[in-house]
């Protein structure tokens, strides 16, 4: 059924009845995963929380107490949370293999200091991606000593692929979407014993999905380090591609503030809805993308299985927007709407604030979700500048228009 791309979809979730992080959940992504990330990424080189901005100027404009904007645009100098996931993945298969060699234990700071190189140099790390997954991945194997093959679609930019081969990795690019690569991906990982590195789970691989998964909550764990009782939002928007992030995101949010009764909102673009599609079925479905939107991290048309099934429990509402208006969110972000802190948001970083937007003339929903004046609401700035050209190109056209 052909549907309407420039407006935004809705679906309010009847699964969704707890507050609390559901205990049979754990069995996908548990806290205990979650700590084991947390206390090996901190003690990564470089390693420091990153900022959480208030945006209390753009919150008065939208008629509510105030946004959180969680800036991950200087995460390990790599412009996106992804820099959490995807090198915590390779350093937990390059610690397996470790001990299958020399049958004993491997402790994580032997392989920072890349004390094991001589077993771990011909290894093979790979991975599908639109950029932002495949650097982490390649900085992994850069930072821990391995090999590393990545696998872009058409319309990866140049600069995304020149910022993976900084750290060494060979490019392959596909033609066709990001489903296209992750398929070429997993046929010539599977030819060459090479090990695949993904965010994106599926039947016979959990595993790594489930490290990478629990690498994103450090982020979710310094905002609730970052937060006072006192000031924990009301509402928090997610943006989604395959959900492992926002699947991370519910894991640390749910179990730390559940009894609050928090409202989650999961955010997809209208060209690539695989999430909003699978929970109207109830089971995950397929979406085949006709055209990329220009959220590019976000173009994903088959759920993580690990993902749907914490998403399918733990979101509120599941809502889709245009891209329409990121380009616009972008530049009031760089420049800070009447004197907030101005911010690099890329333009996954802005899907929640556009989705805030669209879902502020929906007064029915407004109601149903009670969004007011005395709403606190958490955005996720997943990404800066990840392609500086592009980012410039967008930020120095057209004007800003207040709200």
């Not at 100027?57 to 959180?68: P, V």
């Amino acid at each position: 059924m052909n549907k309407d791309t420039s407006r935004s979809r809705f679906y309010l979730n009847p699964k969704k009845s707890n507050r609390d992080y559901p205990s049979f959940l754990n069995e996908f992504l548990s806290m205990k995963d979650a700590e084991e990330a947390y206390n090996e990424i901190t003690e990564w080189q470089k390693y420091a929380p990153t900022s959480l901005v208030p945006l209390k100027n753009m919150a008065a404009s939208l008629g509510i107490e105030n946004i959180y904007y969680k800036d991950e645009s200087k995460r390990f100098n790599l412009g996106s949370f992804k820099a959490l996931g995807g090198a915590y993945g390779v350093m937990q298969y390059l610690k397996k293999k470790i001990q299958e060699k020399i049958s004993s234990d491997v402790s994580t700071k032997d392989i920072r200091c890349k004390k094991y190189v001589d077993l771990t140099q011909d290894l093979v790390v790979t991975t599908a991606t639109d950029g932002n997954h495949g650097r982490s991945v390649a900085y992994g194997a850069s930072l821990f000593g391995c090999k590393c093959r990545i696998f872009i679609h058409s319309e990866v930019s140049v600069g995304r692929k020149r910022a993976m081969e900084k750290f060494g990795a060979e490019v392959i690019r596909v033609k066709g979407n990001y489903d296209d690569s992750l398929k070429e991906c997993i046929n010539e990982a599977n030819k060459n014993n090479w090990q695949i590195i993904s965010d994106t789970s599926y039947q016979g691989y959990m595993e790594y999905p489930r490290f990478i998964m629990a690498g994103y909550t450090v982020l979710a764990r310094e905002i609730v380090n970052q937060l006072s009782k006192k000031t924990l939002p009301t509402h928090i928007f997610l943006q989604a591609g395959v959900g492992g992030f926002a699947a991370a995101m519910c894991t640390i949010f749910l179990n730390e503030w559940g009894g609050e009764n928090i409202k989650i909102i999961v955010v997809e673009p209208n060209y690539a809805p695989c999430l909003i599609e699978s929970a109207i079925d109830g089971e995950p479905k397929v979406f085949d993308i006709k055209k990329e939107t220009i959220m590019t991290g976000l173009s994903c048309g088959e759920p993580s299985i690990l993902a749907w099934e914490i998403l399918s429990e733990c979101t509120d509402l599941f809502m889709t927007i245009s891209d329409d208006k990121i380009p616009e969110l972008m530049r009031i972000m760089a420049n800070g709407y009447e004197n907030d802190i101005g911010v690099e948001a890329g333009e996954c970083s802005v899907s929640g604030l556009a989705a805030l937007v669209a879902l502020k003339d929906n007064k029915c929903l407004v109601n149903k979700l009670d969004i007011n004046d005395k709403s606190r609401v958490l955005l996720i700035g997943t990404e800066g500048a990840t392609d500086p050209d592009i980012y410039e190109s967008i930020i120095q056209n057209s004007q800003i228009r207040k709200y």
